[in-house]
């Protein structure tokens, strides 16, 4: 049976990638988080909903000491399959324009502890030779926008991190997946309306995204896919119009 490491794993999003891939997989499953008690809920649902074993782990992305240890253990007695990067963390833009503790907390959690993990599992991997990591993005990093540049900077980051990432690993056997979600239907979009409301997919629809794209081995994957369309034409923007726009 195979076995998957689901990091930040109490998000909706991240709930529903676990049950799409002890649905579709039938793989051993780790979830690691912060929050031990609702982890704990989450694994048990998961094993007796699916029939698959799932154990919970403590994670805080931002805790680089512990990145190491809880990699080995994971992966300890038949290796791991696969990674999954589901951990962020997005405040308030004017809180954080006006706090840059704020700011920092963005970067730290959405950028530079990501790296860190992505590293020590990526050299996890690296010497089994095979496995995939599938790094959870967003469509915020493709263009700077006034309204959420700061979050926006640290997604872009992680993007081209990963971007090298793929390619440094591209011989080794392990495949780096970056998925980018739009606008998705949790209760950091709840209340948004207008746009946010007409394209925000549900966390199912985006999981079913992640497992297909490691499937195919997949590079970048936007989910939904019509989010590719959408940032195309935003990246094609002149700057000065982006000024002027509502964005």
């Not at 696969?82 to 004017?94: E, F, I, R, S, Y």
């Not at 967003?138 to 390619?167: E, M, W």
Request: with cysteine; aromatic share 6%.
């Amino acid at each position: 049976m195979s076995r998957v490491l689901i990091l930040g794993a109490t998000s909706p999003i991240a709930r529903a990638i676990a049950g799409e891939f002890a649905r579709r997989r039938r793989c051993e499953l780790w979830l690691a988080g912060r929050d031990a008690g609702e982890l704990a809920l989450i694994a048990a649902d998961v094993a007796v909903r699916f029939g698959v074993p799932c154990r919970a782990a403590a994670f805080d992305v931002t805790d680089y000491a512990g990145h190491a240890p809880l990699l080995a253990a994971c992966s300890a007695d038949g290796g791991l399959d696969g990674v999954v990067l589901a951990a962020g963390l997005m405040t308030d833009q004017a809180e954080a324009e006006g706090d840059p503790a704020r700011a920092r907390a963005m970067f730290e959690v959405n950028f530079t502890g990501c790296a860190s993990v992505l590293l020590t599992a990526a050299a996890c991997l690296e010497r089994q030779g095979q496995g995939f990591l599938c790094v959870l993005g967003s469509v915020a990093g493709d263009r700077g926008r006034r309204s959420n540049y700061i979050y926006g900077a640290a997604k872009g980051g992680l993007a081209l991190f990963t971007q090298g990432l793929r390619a440094r690993l591209a011989a080794s056997g392990v495949a780096v997946v970056t998925i980018k979600p739009g606008f998705v239907d949790t209760r950091m979009t709840f209340g948004m309306g207008g746009a946010a409301a007409a394209l925000a997919a549900s966390p199912e629809a985006v999981a079913r995204a992640v497992v297909a794209a490691v499937e195919r081995g997949v590079g970048v994957v936007y989910a939904p896919a019509y989010w590719r369309l959408v940032m195309a034409v935003v990246r094609a923007l002149p700057e000065r119009l982006m000024w002027r726009l509502p964005l």
